[in-house]
Each structure stands twice: as structure tokens, then as C-alpha cells.
């Protein structure tokens, strides 16, 4: 079952009558960061269409619903001279799925500017949260992802800024963000795996990706799933991926790197639905190939033919 919602009454209704009926639910944004089952999901996807935005310019205050796009967010804090976002330029998915996952990029999380939130429990209760604690984030984590609670609006605590410094912070990052990460039509979920702790107190996370390109997995494909040309933490759909083919190709991409690094890799994409079997999974042929031509054609905008 499928079901959008536009607002938080709507929303609050919905999560009673699942909760009640003793019916799994799953909170959907933009879909970004998500593997779903060949098998589909027994439960009922709830999609938050709220996308609303309100600003309170004398606080430097922006309340988003959570179906609104990130970047879309970030054009209109720069648009208006409000700092503190503009780092997620280019960052896709919606605000919720964004606060629910912990996400981020050079450095920051969206999450680092939540003054408080709206959210609506799964027995239907609304709550307004104003403490980040609340929410128990984590590295690319948070207690939404797993406790049943719907995330419906946010409040961002922004700071004004001269607007075309931010104009051109935010084409830098969006611009940084194109040269590595693929753009239509290519689709992906984005980087497969998190990114490793760091060595040392203070120091950045090492990332997933230079391992993975150590290990060549830029070679790797498997069926219609294949590692992007440029970004070896990226797995793209070649126009036919199943879930399983997605399984396989990673489940290698990690062994290649615990076997040369001593290293385990854990997933930052979440798997939604009935996980195959194992023996389903490693039965699907893995190859490797220097170029994947159909991939680079796409990426500089051609069809293949």
C-alpha cells in the first residue's frame, strides 16, 4: 500500500490507523539512500510531500517541511542571505530524509544547524522536539531510522551572510559535487558505504572510496548494477539492477577491501523489504572491466548509440 500525505494532520491520521492495524510503515522523502527488496515491502510506504518553506528573516529562522528538497532549501537560504546550509549545495534527497540519516558532506551535517522539529509518533501523537539530543544522532544516523517516529517539519537556526559569498560557496560545492558524483539520467543511491573513523582524535573520517579504489573496484559490475567510473563508493543502476545484483557487487567491494585492509565496511544505503538468501546473492557472476563505455556515455550525455 501507498499513501501521500501532505500534512501533518494527514500524516498523524495515517500512522494511527497502520499502527493500530498492527501494519508496518515506511516513512519514504526523496528515496535517496534506500535499496528496496526484489520482493517489494509488506508494509505501507508513507510519502511526505510537504515541501513547504517559511522564513522568519529578523531570527534567521527557516521552518521546512520534510518532504522538501535539500538543495532546494539551500537555493533559498542563499537566495535570501541566510548562512550556516550552504554547504549542502547539490546534496540530493529531501530535509527529512536528510535529518533521519544524519546527512552531510565536507565536513558538516545538516543536523549541526536543527533548532527543533515536529514529529509524529507511530501512535499518531505530534510532539514539538527543540533538543538535538532527542534525536540521538550519530554518524549518518539517527533514532528516526529505526524507532517508527515520522519526521514532518524542521526549524533551522541560520545566520545572515553576505549573499554572494554564499552565492559562490554554494556553486563551489555544487561544482565539486558534479566533477565526482553522476547526474541524470544515471541513477544511484548515493555512496554505498560510510566512511571509516578516523585514525587519530581530530582527524577526518577516511573514506570509503579511496579504499575501494585501492582494491579496483571502479572495475567492478554486476548484471545491471556496476561501480561509477568516477567514484568508487558509488554504485549506479545501468538501466536493469535488481536488488540482488546491488547485494552482490557490494558484498565484493567489501570483501576485496577487508581482505586487503583488515577492514570491515558498513552500508550507509539502507536495504528495505526481504533480504534474498544468501546463496542467491553469491551465486550472481561479478566481472570486471577497465571502462564501462555505456556509463561514460551517460555521464557526458549521450544515449550510447
Known amino acids: ?83 550556516g546550509l550552504e554547504f549542502a549545495a547539490g546534496l540530493p534527497g529531501s530535509v527529512g530524509g536528510a535529518i533521519a540519516g544524519n546527512a552531510g558532506c565536507f565536513g ?90 578516523a585514525v587519530s582524535p581530530g582527524e577526518r573520517r577516511r573514506p570509503a572510496g579511496a579504499l575501494l579504489d585501492a582494491v579496483g573496484c571502479k572495475e567492478l559490475r554486476c548484471g545491471g548494477a556496476a561501480v561509477f567510473h568516477k567514484h568508487a563508493n558509488i554504485v549506479v543502476n545501468r538501466g536493469h539492477a535488481t536488488a540482488v545484483d546491488v547485494l552482490a557487487l557490494t558484498g565484493e567491494m567489501s570483501r576485496r577491501v577487508a581482505e586487503r585492509f583488515g577492514l570491515e565496511l558498513q552500508p550507509e544505503v539502507r536495504f528495505v523489504g526481504p533480504r534474498p538468501e544468501l546463496g542467491e546473492i553469491q551465486k550472481r557472476p561479478i566481472s570486471s572491466k577497465k571502462k564501462h563505455n555505456l556509463l561514460i556515455d551517460l555521464a557526458n550525455g549521450s544515449d550510447g548509440k
Open 1 to 83: 500500500m501507498f499513501a501521500q500525505v501532505s500534512d501533518i494532520e494527514s500524516l498523524s491520521a495515517i500512522l494511527k490507523i497502520v499502527h493500530e492495524a498492527g501494519v508496518e510503515a515506511l516513512i519514504l522523502g526523496a528515496g535517496t539512500n534506500l535499496l528496496i527488496s526484489d520482493l517489494g515491502y509488506d508494509g505501507v510506504v508513507v510519502k511526505l510531500r510537504d515541501d513547504s518553506m517559511e522564513f522568519e528573516s529578523s531570527n534567521a529562522v527557516v521552518r521546512a517541511g520534510a518532504g522538501a528538497s535539500t538543495h532546494g532549501l539551500v537555493q533559498a537560504c542563499v537566495d535570501r542571505g541566510l548562512g
Open 108 to 197: 558538516h551535517c545538516l543536523s549541526d544547524r536543527l533548532l527543533a522539529a515536529r514529529v509524529v509518533h507511530p501512535d499518531g501523537t505530534v510532539e514539538r522536539v527543540a533538543s538535538r539530543d532527542w534525536f540521538a544522532f550519530s554518524y549518518r544516523s539517527s533514532r528516526l531510522q529505526d524507532s517508527g517516529v515520522a519526521l514532518a517539519s524542521v526549524e533551522f537556526s541560520l545566520e545572515p551572510k553576505d549573499r554572494q559569498l554564499l552565492i559562490r560557496e554554494a556553486r563551489e560545492k555544487v561544482a565539486l559535487r558534479r566533477d565526482k558524483h553522476p547526474g541524470a539520467p544515471i541513477k544511484t543511491a548515493g555512496s554505498y558505504f560510510k566512511n571509516l573513523p
